[in-house]
């Protein structure tokens, strides 16, 4: 198997790395441009929504893996595998984070604003503390998760990198058997579930709905959690469509499994769909001024109205109808080309969320070249940490680890 | 499960329907008085007015609509069993698939009554349906009652459908091996079953299509029956999360009812190595998680309350746990999000004891989930000159009573009758594992 290690891991490629390389430089060149130039807070709007984006799709990534340990799934083996793989992002999300505090002034339109009395909530200091702490624990659950994930999974007869012996050494003091480090798994995947629910939570309320201090819904944060699972499931299928279609990679999945994991992707969709009209009903129902006028700005005003349109089609009508064919979800390319309009579906969503808030008085979407480029820029990031990741633990790109066999 | 075999199924389940003995006729009597005396408050109702129930101003909605929410909340578990861990193919389930679903079916039937019980003059109920008349009446489709009159309606069409279809070749099964009029009346209602492969590939694809089809329709009803509030603008009905909690709850409570059944009725009927107890410890484990989501429901609606600083709402939630109502509001919290964490540890949800008793709590605590969003809101409405205390009456609480046993006299019926475990999935289970079905 080891002998297999250069095979396997073609990410070596430099070809591959340098485009993601390319991504990386032009995304943060354009970045940097944006805030040196006339409008700052075009590229800090850009910057937290693809912040916001990518941390998503790794937080919903690693918990497909979670959960289907934790519901004890057989199929699902080397999807999983791939899942753990969006772990490499954390760090990156965390700094990321970090980051957005000196854009708070172009972020926190309420800022500057009388607030009568939501101040001790709303306030900077406690806002970045509270969503520090929630990270840390969020990020620190997925990494023991993970560290014991790894032990089951890895090829203890390959030794080479620092990192590696770093794991073993921790192992040999820590962990003892399978079946121990299996309940142990069980015990932090709860936990994940339970800081993925809350954390992400939080996030929706501070950095989205926050945007609009006057303005709540009590579905927001689970709406905001539900939504990355779904576009979680979609990087995962998209990953695992890029390297089953790669003839010099070892992974391959059944078109049962494709199927399957199709069929998630499927449900999450309608359950992101349900979450988006249930909101949409009862405020609409309600018809109460300090409810409707979100909605009224996002759903009937221009700009926004169209935008609206065009994200509830191809997050929700669009996939729903294709996905009813049972023969494409089996379809690797299919599925990643449809995976791929989703995440860029709820790019846009995201915008439409924050969009008004930021942008008073807009007379045409605020979206341009330099939107486009950023989000390469994540993209590229994302792809180069996966990378990173895949080729540190080669084993991952097998069809079984150890723990299958 | 490993030394079962096709015949100990078919015994075991078969077995179940030999003549019972004079305790079950007792028991099905006591229950019987118990409907009894519920028809007799009804009528007694009727023939006095609306009047000799609790309800006032402006607490217009009372047992009645709780004991509605809460038997439309008991019916959605038998449809996640039934359909939604079907399609998941979550081989635990179908030991107790059956029963769930006819949970379901009862459960509706009972929810379905409240609101006639509700109506001061039942017999103008028709007015509620659009059928052409002089009276130049149209119902007003806008309204969230009507809207459960069609979600209630759809879905016990659906899960109706969807529980005799599933049973069809045990009927056949029962028809082959009876005799006499037995015979003759499972004759009929199986249908014509022989079992030929054609009949088995259109029964695989029905069934399937009736799980996929259950599933939005399960989850639509209890949006709707939490609609009935959520559209309103009274404060702590009118929330955003109002539609996914009640799912939650709804199944958290129907899990609940489920533990309550299977229990003793693995117990009186022998079902130990086909309800085995790694079955009552999975559907132990979706409590848990269903106890999570309605736990993190009600501390988001606190939150979101202080969060708006909207004075109406945070009044409501400063109400509910330290007024008039504080006792019920307690109850709520500790039976259904405290007590199902007990589950997290192995002992108390392999223990029968613990189950059964954890079980009876939540479905306490679930019943009081609604007596305090639906009493407690409308008791303090926006104007203070408007407020008003709420208590059931006698004739109420008869009402419940005859509900329940009803319900229990209905399942009990059944147990004896018909086969209250799927013979055709428990030889799935054994044919082709517990994971490869569906």
């Known amino acids: 198997m080891i002998s297999n290690h250069n095979n396997t891991s073609v990410f070596q490629k430099k070809r591959v790395f340098l485009i993601c390389l390319a991504l990386l430089v032009i995304g943060f060149g354009t970045f940097v441009f944006g805030l040196m130039g006339g409008h700052p807070e075009r590229a800090w709007q850009a910057y937290l929504i693809n912040f916001l984006l990518w941390s998503s799709i790794a937080q919903g990534g690693l918990l497909f893996s979670v959960v289907m340990h934790t519901v004890k799934a057989r199929w699902s083996g080397p999807l999983s595998n791939l899942a753990e793989s969006f772990v490499a992002f954390f760090p990156i999300s965390f700094i990321l984070f970090l980051i957005l505090f000196f854009g708070k002034n172009h972020i926190f339109p309420w800022i500057h604003q009388d607030l009568h009395g939501k101040e001790i909530w709303l306030n900077v200091p406690f806002l970045f503390t509270r969503d520090f702490v929630g990270l840390l624990v969020l990020y620190g659950l997925g990494f023991v998760y993970l560290y014991h994930a790894l032990w089951l999974k890895l090829d203890r007869s390959m030794s080479h990198g620092r990192i590696r012996k770093r794991l073993y050494s921790g192992w040999d003091r ?62 995962l299928i998209i990953l695992a469509s890029i390297l089953h279609l790669n003839p010099d990679i070892e992974f391959k999945l059944k078109p049962s499994q494709f199927h399957d994991v199709g069929k998630l992707f499927f449900a999450f969709c309608l359950v992101w769909a349900d979450f988006f009209y249930v909101q949409l009903v009862v405020i609409w129902y309600g018809n109460i001024p300090e409810e409707t006028t979100y909605l009224i700005e996002r759903t009937m005003t221009p700009p926004w109205n169209s935008l609206a349109w ?45 969009g008004p808030a930021l942008n008073h008085h807009a007379l045409s979407l605020p979206l341009g070249l330099t939107d486009g480029l950023i989000f390469l820029g994540f993209l590229g990031l994302i792809s180069l940490a996966v990378m990173y990741f895949l080729n540190l633990f080669p084993e991952f790109l097998r069809g079984e680890t150890r723990e299958m066999k | 499960m490993n030394d079962l075999t096709f015949a100990k199924i078919d015994q075991t389940v078969l077995d179940t329907l030999q003549p019972p003995d004079r305790s079950y006729w007792v028991t099905v009597g006591i229950l019987f008085i118990g409907v009894l005396t519920g028809a007799a408050c009804w009528i ?149 079953w022989t079992g030929a492969h054609e009949q088995w590939r259109h029964y695989a694809r029905g069934y399937l299509f009736f799980a996929a089809l259950a599933t939005p329709l399960v989850i639509s009803v209890h949006s709707v029956v939490s609609w009935d509030f959520a559209l309103g603008v009274v404060p702590g009905w009118h929330t955003t999360i109002f539609a996914p909690y009640f799912v939650a709850g709804a199944i958290h409570s129907g899990l609940a009812m489920v533990l309550t059944l299977m229990i003793p009725l693995r117990k009186i009927f022998h079902y130990e190595k086909i309800i085995t107890t790694g079955v009552l410890e999975n559907v132990a484990k979706t409590i848990i998680f269903t106890g999570l989501i309605v736990g993190f429901a009600y501390a988001t609606e606190f939150f979101m309350a202080w969060y708006s600083q909207n004075p ?127």
Not at chain 2, 162 to 173: E, N
Not at chain 2, 386 to 397: D, H, M, Q, V
Request: proline share 4%; hydrophobic share 55%; aromatic share 16%.
């Open chain 1, 174 to 235: 820590s962990i003892s058997d399978a079946q121990r480090c299996r309940d142990r798994m069980t015990i932090f995947g709860i936990l994940y579930i339970l800081a993925f629910a809350l954390v992400l939570s939080l996030i929706g309320y501070d950095l989205v709905m926050s945007m609009d201090p006057h303005w709540y819904s009590t579905l927001f944060g689970a709406y905001t959690f539900v939504k990355a699972f779904y576009i979680g499931l979609g990087g």
């Open chain 1, 310 to 354: 065009f994200v509830f089609i191809i997050c929700f009508i669009l996939p729903f109808v294709i996905l009813l064919n049972k023969k494409v979800k089996t379809k690797p390319q299919f599925m990643s080309i449809l995976c791929a309009v989703v995440i860029m579906g709820i790019w846009l969503e995201h915008l439409l969320l924050v």
């Open chain 2, 312 to 438: 109406l709402e945070m009044a409501i939630f400063k109400y509910r746990p330290t007024g008039d109502y504080a006792v019920g509001f307690w109850i709520m919290v500790v039976c259904n999000t405290i007590i199902p964490l007990l589950l997290f540890f192995k002992h108390i949800r392999t223990s029968i004891l613990w189950l059964f008793g954890i079980s009876i709590l939540i479905n306490i605590g679930m019943w009081y989930e609604r007596f305090v969003i639906i009493i407690s809101s409308v008791s303090r409405d926006f104007i203070p000159h408007a407020w008003g205390l709420y208590s059931p009456t006698i004739i109420e609480f008869g009402i419940m009573l005859g509900a329940f046993c009803l319900f229990f006299f209905f399942f009990l019926l059944f147990v004896k009758h018909l086969p209250s475990v799927s013979m055709t999935e428990m030889k799935e289970i054994l044919e082709q594992g517990e994971d490869h079905v569906g």
């Open chain 2, 44 to 192: 007694y109702q009727i023939l006095t007015g609306i009047g000799v129930a609790g309800m006032n101003n402006p607490v217009a909605w009372g047992t009645y609509l709780i004991n509605f929410v809460f038997w439309v909340g008991i019916a959605h578990s038998g449809t996640l069993i039934s359909a939604i861990l079907h399609l998941l193919r979550a081989g635990w389930r179908n030991p107790i698939a059956r029963a769930a679903e006819t949970m379901t079916v009862f459960a509706v039937c009972i929810a379905g009554l409240f609101p006639f019980i509700h109506l001061g003059r039942v017999w103008l109920v028709f007015y509620m349906l659009p059928v052409p008349n002089q009276r130049n009446l149209w119902q007003n489709f806008q309204s969230p009652l009507m809207f459960d009159v069609v979600a209630i309606s759809t879905y016990l069409t659906v899960s109706s459908l969807f529980w005799f279809t599933g049973m069809l070749p045990d009927l056949a099964v029962i028809r082959d091996r009876a005799t006499g009029l037995r015979k003759k009346i499972f004759t009929v209602i199986s249908l014509g």
